[in-house]
């Protein structure tokens, strides 16, 4: 039997593209390009996830260690940046540097756990509340408001920054979610130890 | 002398990028081109307009022929779509197919004019008043509250849509005004026969 966690990680390790949302709201929606791929040199669960302008897919302006993992009868998804992290730029498509990423470039990032829980075939997730999930932009700090649902087809996103102290909203789109499709499966790549470590 | 109306045609007779606010607010604003470039043969101030995805520049999401007038003490901007946009996509870049735009070929867009006022060293503008400005948008209706401001150095746009009857806001980007940095300076196309027009 397949545990929800195992399907989480698979629904996970892909490659996905908001084009059409982008092309169908011009000029409302940056294209996006956001990937997910397993790091089978690190603890079960962890993922690679680097966002990209579709433009400048060598420069992600986000690249972190995701590691998805079980909290009493729910699931979890711990979010950590990369020391150094411009070393890692690109790995998602590149297996030695991916490789190359290990426990020690990892940097737990408090306060943006995201919790999850099943919704129909696929699953939703939310950055834990507390507020606590900082995030500078121009010399500015915000919290982090975000939410993903995922299912087989693909991946909505909200990322939505609001003040630490008035909770004003300060940044994010009015014009709603990014709409991703799915583009690669990369759960190929979940190696077998997961799986029984998972449970299956 | 040089008139209000010559400085306006002139400010506007280039090409912009977004570029660099793009890249340091990922992934809330698009990577977006606009240009505006002289056509001779029509009437004086008159100037295709094409924006685009920096990732996919012959595909314009918006052409449009505007053109610079005045009325009364101030200035305007008619705005005119084209019949059969698709043969004149990347006009922009081709001289051939800018010199094949001709009056027959220009849709005036009613309730779409913008109205200009001096401001400092540049000008701003905004779609005139009455909410009569219609776009539709994936079989929505809204009508478009739109600004800009130019200078020497670059532009500032904001374009909303409000829902016609509730005047709710419908799309539009609170991360703020579209901020585009001066890329290419086409005024030196602008024939002469027009700054006779418009009383150099």
């Known amino acids: 039997m397949t545990s929800s966690l195992s399907r989480l990680v698979r629904l996970l390790s892909g490659g996905f593209s908001n084009q059409t949302q982008a092309f169908d709201n011009p000029p409302l929606f940056a294209h996006i390009l956001v990937k997910f791929r397993p790091l089978p040199q690190l603890k079960p669960g962890s993922l690679l996830l680097e966002q990209s302008y579709a433009i400048a897919p060598e420069n992600p302006y986000r690249i972190r260690v995701l590691r998805v993992d079980r909290r009493g009868d729910g699931l979890i998804i711990h979010n950590q940046a990369l020391l150094e992290e411009q070393r890692f730029w690109g790995a998602v498509e590149d297996e030695a540097r991916r490789r190359a990423i290990l426990d020690d470039d990892l940097l737990p990032l408090q306060g943006c756990t995201y919790v999850v829980r099943e919704d129909g075939g696929g699953f939703k997730g939310e950055v834990e509340s507390g507020c606590r999930c900082l995030v500078e932009r ?21 990322d939505r920054g609001h003040d630490p102290t008035t909770h004003e909203l300060l940044w994010g789109s009015l014009a709603g979610a990014f709409a991703f ?20």
């Open 138 to 158: 121009k010399g500015t700090t915000a919290y982090l408001v975000s939410t993903f649902e995922i299912d087989a087809t693909g991946m909505r996103t909200v």
């Open 181 to 200: 499709e799915r583009t690669h499966d990369y759960s190929t790549e979940i190696p077998v130890e997961w799986l029984a470590a998972f449970g299956e």
